[in-house]
């Protein structure tokens, strides 16, 4: 049964890592990939050395710092509360309509976001104008976007989220629940003092997961819902949106290898620190 999942890695994710030797040459296409000359760390000069470095670095960790910090709990907050839903037909449909966002894809959410901050003709600024108020011109201003976008990440990923916390919650011993409430515990603290405690261990491997790609940012978002957006681009560039433009734009392709591989060896550092971090406190909630 391992066999298609291991043959899909292998295919997928380790014979392509060959292509890391791209980010120490200078690509053509009529030598190839290993046939053209090495260069050594040229790209990743090249790449530290155009001021973007620092930049995308720091949004792409900060973005994702909130996203997964609001992701997890969030995703907390709206499994417990369906836990505690008492109606039937209430539960399922509410746990339909916070999925329901998960199968959009970032092209169809970018049309709504446009379609609600459009400067002209936008849902936000009509009723704005509409009760006599000047319109704001979201799209120019940066402010705006450290709030926007977590928001929609928050929005389209919660729903799989609080999946995952409501499937662990649903394997609880319920003879805890029926003890507490014999003795007298009400829904607040059952909530406290058993279902948060008992969440810990899946709220850490998803915490780890999460850090292991926290350098690696929502590619689609940014460039649905940004674009090629020069004014916001300070703001809301990373990485990834970066080895993009240089991919597509220059056709650079040793310096976007060296991005990607930068991005990567970041990664491993990260989730390597954060394990031995938990691996310090609890042996047994560490992924290795």
Known sequence: MFVPIALYFIVFNYIPMAGIVVAFKSFNYQQGMFGSPWIGLDNFEYFFSSGKAWLVTKNTFLYNSVFLAAYLFFSIIIAVLIAEMSGKIFKKTSQTLLFLPYFLSWVAVAAIVYNLFNYEYGLLNSILTGIGMDPIDIYSSTSYWYFILPFFYVWKWVGFGSVLYLSAIMGFDTSAYEAAKIDGANVFQRVRYLTIPLLKPTTIVLLLLGIGRIMRGEFDMFYQLIGNN????????????????????????????????????????IIMIANGLVKRYDRDQALF
């Open 230 to 269: 020069g004014i916001l681009m300070d703001a809301t560039d990373i990485i990834d949106t970066l080895v993009f433009r240089s991919l597509i734009v220059s056709q650079d392709f040793g310096m976007a290898s060296a991005g990607g591989l930068y991005q990567s060896v970041l990664c491993f550092v």
